[in-house]
């Protein structure tokens, strides 16, 4: 199995940001899948779930300014950042809720003006 997260760049705080996650390998549509980041010089944190059905968690830093989708027909899963603050910079990366996949390269998000 393979993530592919992407979307990641430069962006401004207060602007917005979709990030995508491409799995291949095994079909994604009975899993609930989640976002994760790493800070430099922290560990990685869960970001936001969403189940199978489409119900959808988030952490407490996020909650109101990321929204995570998915497709199944295409095996992605997004996370629309809107709002970012500088303290949201990270690789964020892509996985089941269980952590069942090995991890992928991530995704640079950098927050700045």
Known sequence: ??????????????????????????????????????????????????????????????????TISRDNAKNRVYLQMNTPKPEDTAIYYCNTNDLSFSWGQGTQVTVSS
């Open 1 to 66: 199995v393979q993530l592919q997260a992407s979307g990641g760049g430069l962006v401004q705080p207060g602007g917005s940001l979709r990030l995508s996650c491409a799995v291949s390998g095994s079909e994604i549509s009975t899993t609930s899948m989640a976002w994760y980041r790493q800070a430099p010089g922290k560990q990685r944190d869960w970001v936001a779930t969403i189940s199978s059905s489409g119900i959808t968690n988030y952490g407490d830093s996020v909650k109101g300014r990321f």
